[in-house]
């Protein structure tokens, strides 16, 4: 299971360079620290044509051991000012023919 965040583009490039002077970072940072749990961005900005250090990604994943705990992530960090949106992301399945 996978809790995926989106945080706003300020917070994210403050988060990714750990100003930990900005209030909604360092409250951010807190709650994950307490959470005990490790945020990873969701998608890798080293690709070509992305200036080195450069915020462009908006978006974190943090992993859950399963649907109760992940549930519980996403409701604590869906409830900061730095977080626009905090959820759960959905088992794949399999397709299904008719």
């Not at 070509?48 to 109760?68: S, T």
């Amino acid at each position: 299971m996978e809790v995926i965040i989106e945080l706003s583009p300020e917070v994210a490039h403050q988060f990714q360079v750990q100003d930990q002077s900005a209030p909604m970072v360092r409250q951010l940072t807190t709650t994950i620290d307490a959470l005990h749990v490790i945020i990873k961005p969701q998608y890798s900005n080293q690709q070509p044509g992305h200036e080195k250090g450069k915020a462009e990604n908006y978006f974190f994943v943090i992993e859950a051991g399963n649907w109760e705990e992940c549930q519980r992530i996403a409701t604590v960090l869906d409830q900061l000012p730095a977080v626009r949106a905090a959820y759960c992301k959905p088992e794949a399945e399999p397709a299904s023919l008719p």
